[in-house]
């Protein structure tokens, strides 16, 4: 697989040589719905239709809104998402994550990380 990259008022998106998505928000980003549509359309547009892991560096995430949160977790949006790994800044962070995954039940593999490195190694043990 060719590693591929996408720049735009979202962040970055870096499809590696693995079939993991690199999703690194800009700073302090506030995520609305109408952000998670643009989220999820480059998503599918990097992807390809082919299946993919997702790596979300959640550290630069200041707020994600309800409505945001659905449309990320609707099964619709994610049917060719193997595993989910988020990074995440402090254990704190952990709560707000593992808060939205139960409220969400999210049906593919989703764990939390403070290393990247720990991350990339779970989500090729997924792929």
């Given at each position: 697989m060719k590693n591929q990259t996408i720049y735009n008022k979202q962040g970055t998106f870096i499809l590696d040589e693995n079939g993991i998505i690199h999703i690194t928000p800009i700073k302090n980003s506030k995520i609305t719905s109408?952000?998670?549509?643009?989220?999820i359309k480059t998503v599918h547009l990097i992807a390809n239709d082919k299946p993919?892991?997702?790596?979300i560096d959640n550290r630069e995430v200041s707020s994600i809104d309800l409505t945001a949160q659905k449309l990320f977790a609707k099964k619709s949006n994610n049917k060719n998402t193997i595993a989910v790994a988020f990074i995440i800044k402090s254990p704190l962070s952990y709560i707000v994550v593992n808060f939205f995954i139960k409220l969400n039940k999210l049906s593919k593999p989703t764990k939390f990380f403070l290393s990247t490195s720990?991350?990339?190694?779970?989500l090729k043990g997924n792929l």
């Open positions: 109408e952000i998670a549509n643009e989220v993919y892991a997702l790596l720990e991350a990339i190694n779970w």
